[in-house]
Nanobody, 127 residues
Framework: QVQLVESGGGLVQPGGSLRLSCALS????????IGWFRQAPGKEREGVLC????????DNLDSVKGRFTISRASDKKTVYLQMNSLKPEDTAVYYC????????????????????WGQGTQVTVSS
């Protein structure tokens, strides 16, 4: 059974940093691509950063370029989203998602692509 558990969210002041974690279990982690998504109140869910099985990454949002990065732990059982220089508009529930991929899959950051989702972690950026 695939399980994804996000952690690391919270309240942070503008300009601050957070590192979100997505803990993976119940899967062969090296067979899966992982995506980070977010959904703000009243808005559609949007892809933030995604990493393919082979380690390729794609950033889906111009607004986070240069501020957010995605990475995997050495054992690949955890995927991180490092968020720096946070802004109030980054406030959202952040989700990680997983998709079993072929080895040559390119990183994809569309919601429809992923079929396993975590419960989300709230990130609030406010002074």
């Amino acid at each position: 059974q695939v399980q994804l558990v996000e952690s690391g969210g919270g309240l942070v002041q503008p300009g601050g940093s957070l590192r979100l974690s997505c803990a993976l279990s119940g899967i062969r982690v090296d067979y899966y691509g992982i995506g980070w998504f977010r959904q703000a109140p009243g808005k559609e869910r949007e892809g933030v950063l995604c990493i393919s099985r082979s380690g390729g990454t794609v950033d889906n949002l111009d607004s986070v370029k240069g501020r957010f990065t995605i990475s995997r732990a050495s054992d690949k059982k955890t995927v991180y989203l490092q968020m720096n220089s946070l802004k109030p508009e980054d406030t959202a529930v952040y989700y990680c998602a997983a998709k079993r991929e072929i080895l040559s899959a390119v990183p994809t950051c569309a919601s429809w692509y992923y079929d396993n989702w975590g419960q989300g972690t709230q990130v609030t950026v406010s002074s």
